[in-house]
């Protein structure tokens, strides 16, 4: 038989019912209160922001020239390589001119044929004139002697006339530069056979530079004369500030953009001809607020600032959800989110949230 657990209990009820009664529990102590988070802040002001679109870019020079042959034959020299400063007349390959030179001299001597017999007739001529004045001749020995004169003349001077355009014919066969400039690409080589058709090289004057820009079609009613370009290395290093100054009244069928065209002046050893470089065409500027790069955090897809918020004299860290533009220097644009006046949080931001006591410093 099991003992009875009822004097236990009775015995529970009268210590707590005596004059030592049971206490109630003290209430717990309350959370102690979080320190506010020193941070610096800063307030932010608008700038003069750009609205900008990067493009690939091409530099060419004005004065460009293709050089192909006017005559046909072999390579036999070629005397400059691609990218060397050449002078204006400078021979830069010779074409074979054998076949030429023979035909030069073969007309000269034709040439001095028809001279001498232009002369002999000169003089019969001449002494048939003073023979008919003196009657002693005949009107037909005097017109026979003018008419051969005449015929002899002319055909000296034709031959002298084919003789000039072999000799210019022969020029073609050196090929020279047609200004000072940079020789391009030789895709030929010595002993090669070319023709009117065959690329030899190009001369590129380095100087009167343009850039040629394709802008996207869709931004044809933006475009205009005399908007700001600003020539950038692949770096982004700024070449060259500069404005558009030529529009193509046509869209590129192939690369569906309109070209656009602006002067570049920089010194020959920074840009060259042909040379792709990165062209800002800048649409428009407009006031717009500002923050350090440093105050920027980031939560997916989404960029946000913490600015300081005062409620019953206390300041909290408050995140706002911000839209950004372009980069300037070490500060980004904010284009929605954050308006002039307000304070931003600019140090610390990796150990806040949302509604975090703070303590500005400046």
């Known amino acids: 038989m099991r003992p009875s657990r009822i004097p236990l209990l009775s015995l529970s009820l009268l210590l707590c019912l005596g004059p030592t009664a049971c206490k109630k529990s003290a209430p717990a102590a309350a959370a102690p209160a979080l320190h506010a988070l020193p941070v610096k802040t800063l307030t932010v002001v608008s700038q003069p922001v750009p609205r900008s679109d990067e493009y690939v870019a091409t530099i060419k020079s004005r004065r460009s020239a293709t ?31 054998s076949k030429q030179e023979a035909t030069v001299q073969s007309q000269a001597a034709t040439v001095q044929q028809k ?44 031959a002298e006339a084919l003789l000039e355009s072999d000799k210019k ?7 020279r530069a047609p200004f000072t400039g940079i020789v391009g ?47 950038l290395d692949n770096n982004e ?11 193509s009244p046509q869209v590129d069928n192939s690369l569906q953009g309109i070209l656009v065209k602006a002067r570049v ?32 955090s980031r939560l ?23 839209k950004l533009g372009d980069t300037i220097g070490n500060e980004y644009a904010v284009t929605d989110g954050l308006h002039a006046g307000e304070k931003v949080i600019i140090s610390g931001t990796q150990f806040l949230v949302d509604h975090m006591p703070v303590k500005p410093l400046g």
């Open 265 to 296: 002046h920089s010194n020959k050893a920074v840009i060259r001809n042909a040379q792709l470089v990165k062209a800002r065409v800048i649409w428009s500027t407009a006031p717009l607020p500002v923050v350090p790069v440093l105050a920027v």
């Open 237 to 247: 290093n700024l070449i060259e500030k500069t404005s558009i100054d030529f529009i």
């Open 300 to 322: 997916g897809d989404q960029a946000f600032v913490y600015t300081v918020q005062s409620m019953g004299g206390h300041d909290f860290a408050h995140q706002v959800a911000v």
């Open 67 to 97: 050089l192909n042959p006017q005559v046909s034959g072999n390579l036999t020299e070629i005397q400059v390589h691609s990218g060397q400063l050449v002078k204006a007349g400078q021979l830069l390959m010779q074409i074979d001119p």
């Open 169 to 175: 014919q022969l020029g073609y066969y050196s090929i």
């Open 115 to 158: 001279l001498a017999l232009y002369k002999y007739d000169k003089t019969e001529f001449e002494r048939q004139t003073k023979l008919y004045a003196a009657q002693v001749s005949s009107l037909d020995a005097y017109q026979q002697a003018e008419q051969a004169n005449a015929n002899s003349k002319a055909d000296y001077a034709a």
């Open 185 to 231: 690409d030789i895709p030929v080589h010595v002993g090669d056979y070319v023709s009117s058709s065959t690329m030899l090289t190009t001369v590129d004057e380095n100087k009167d530079l343009e850039a040629y820009i394709y802008v996207p079609a869709e931004m044809a009613s933006q475009i205009r004369m005399g908007l700001p370009v600003e020539i």
